[in-house]
Nanobody
Framework: QVHLVESGGGSVQAGRSLRLSCHYT????????MAWVRQVPGKEREGVAA????????YYADSAKGRFTISHDNAKNTIFLQMNSLKPDDTAMYYC??????????????????WGQGTQVTVSS
């Protein structure tokens, strides 16, 4: 059993920051590709950022570079997404995702074996 539980979403004004958290439990062996994926109703899902937990290698969508930072706390079994300088276009449901243990991420393909329930981020202008 694998469980991903997101938290930290909310409503903020443009230019502000939010920090999303994803606590994971189950068959993780510190060599998983994990990511944040967002979706707006009627649009395709977008991989925002990914991290390979074994070495901390990170990957970002162009829309996230310079504003978002993905990180991993091994001791807490948690990944984070620090989002700064938020824009209205960042409004979406944000999902934490993960793949089964592997040798790395295959970015820009985002991991999709496991999904959390999502946390809503709303950015107003």
């Amino acid at each position: 059993q694998v469980h991903l539980v997101e938290s930290g979403g909310g409503s903020v004004q443009a230019g502000r920051s939010l920090r999303l958290s994803c606590h994971y439990t189950g068959d993780f062996y510190d060599r998983n590709c994990m990511a944040w994926v967002r979706q707006v109703p009627g649009k395709e899902r977008e991989g925002v950022a990914a991290i390979y937990t074994a070495v901390g290698a990170t990957y970002y969508a162009d829309s996230a570079k310079g504003r978002f930072t993905i990180s991993h706390d091994n001791a807490k079994n948690t990944i984070f997404l620090q989002m700064n300088s938020l824009k209205p276009d960042d409004t979406a449901m944000y999902y934490c995702t993960a793949d089964r243990p592997s040798f790395g991420c295959d970015w820009p393909r985002y991991p999709s074996d496991y999904w959390g329930q999502g946390t809503q981020v709303t950015v107003s202008s």
